[in-house]
Antibody, heavy 120, light 107 residues
Framework: QVQLQESGPGLVKPSETLSLTCAVS????????WTWIRQPPGKGLEWLGH???????QYNPSLERRLTFLVDTSKNYFSMHLTSVTAADTAVYYC??????????????WGQGTMVTVSS | DIQMTQSPSSLSASVGDRVTITCRTS??????LNWYHQKPGKAPKLLIF???NLQSGVPSRFSGSGSGTHFTLTISSLQLEDFATYYC?????????FGQGTKLEIK
């Protein structure tokens, strides 16, 4: 079955760049849209952005200046890079698959999430 | 951004109860509304997509309805495994946004 697995450093210093990867198994990364979502401790969910195999990329405007998505189709994984982090970027980061379902779309498969703390 | 407002923010109920959670949006989103639940320490799980369509593998006690700006999620007979936090999410426009969550607790 389709599985997603996030990985990255658990701790990042303020002003540095947070980089995470999401390994995809069970399907090709060349299909679907792939999404990043985060959740600060004890709070709700925030959509960060998505990209597709056809290289359509859309970011949350609130983070667009600091956020970049990259993809490695040969290894079937994708990554996100968030620059100039502050304590407000402390969160559990999830990658998820966005799938078209009966003319609408939803996040049907999620990774387990990885906690990132921004602290000196 | 489209604002998503869930009510109630928290809810206490018993096994076997019928429960309804409401999600209102700041502008019309047709039926581009999804529901998830999340248990502590776990990723969210998709329950309902397109406002009223049951995701594969989700029990039929879950149902969704609504269109435009007013949506509801109903659990017909609560089971122990349903106690979690519930989120609505719109996929009508960018940025996709989530409701603030409804925490469903055991009475």
């Amino acid at each position: 079955q389709v599985q997603l697995q996030e990985s990255g450093p658990g701790l990042v210093k303020p002003s540095e760049t947070l980089s995470l990867t999401c390994a995809v198994s069970g399907t090709s990364i060349n299909y679907y849209y792939w999404t990043w979502i985060r959740q600060p401790p004890g709070k709700g969910l925030e959509w960060l952005g998505h990209f597709s195999y056809s290289e359509i990329t859309q970011y949350n405007p609130s983070l667009e200046r600091r956020l970049t998505f990259l993809v490695d189709t040969s290894k079937n994984y994708f990554s996100m890079h968030l620059t100039s982090v502050t304590a407000a970027d402390t969160a559990v980061y999830y990658c998820a698959r966005r799938k078209w379902l009966q003319e609408t779309d939803a996040f049907d498969i999620w990774g387990q999430g990885t906690m990132v703390t921004v602290s000196s | 951004d489209i604002q998503m407002t869930q009510s109630p923010s928290s809810l206490s109920a018993s096994v076997g109860d019928r429960v309804t959670i409401t999600c209102r949006t700041s502008q019309t989103i047709n039926n581009y509304l999804n529901w998830y639940h999340q248990k502590p320490g776990k990723a969210p799980k998709l329950l309902i997509f397109g406002a009223s369509n049951l995701q594969s593998g989700v029990p039929s006690r879950f149902s969704g309805s609504g269109s435009g700006t007013h949506f509801t999620l109903t659990i017909s007979s609560l089971q122990l495994e349903d106690f979690a936090t519930y989120y609505c999410q719109q996929s009508f426009t960018i940025p996709h946004t989530f409701g603030q969550g409804t925490k469903l607790e055991i009475k």
